[in-house]
């Protein structure tokens, strides 16, 4: 069974950073390009980076030069790592195979950027 299991989000101030973890099991991880979505209540899920297995990345133009996605295939985990954060980034994070959408999703978490 595929599973994602995401942390490390929070509260954190304008300017401030975080790093999220993707726990992932039930596939071939390192096979697979992998991504980081958003979600704000209301409106729709929002690709923000993505990673092909060979390390290619991609961002969304309104984190580019502020998060970093990265991985480690022995394991089976993804990253996030924002800076520079703003109120705007705030939202529910998931991990999600992009190729994969018949995949389900996993609970996400909660990134809230406030002072």
């Known amino acids: 069974q595929v599973q994602f299991v995401e942390s490390g989000g929070g509260l954190v101030q304008p300017g401030g950073s975080l790093r999220l973890s993707c726990a992932t099991s039930?596939?071939?991880?390192?096979?697979?390009?992998m991504a980081w979505y958003r979600q704000v209540p209301g409106k729709q899920r929002e690709l923000v980076a993505s990673m092909t297995s060979g390390g290619k990345t991609d961002y969304a133009d309104s984190v580019k030069g502020r998060f970093t996605i990265s991985r480690d295939n022995a394991k089976d985990t993804l990253w996030l790592q924002m800076n520079s954060l703003k109120p705007e980034d705030t939202a529910v994070y998931y991990c999600?195979?992009?190729?994969?959408?018949?995949?389900?999703w996993g609970q996400g978490t909660q990134v809230t950027v406030s002072s």
């Open positions: 999600h195979r992009p190729s994969v959408p018949r995949d389900s």
């Open positions: 039930g596939f071939i991880f390192s096979v697979y390009s």
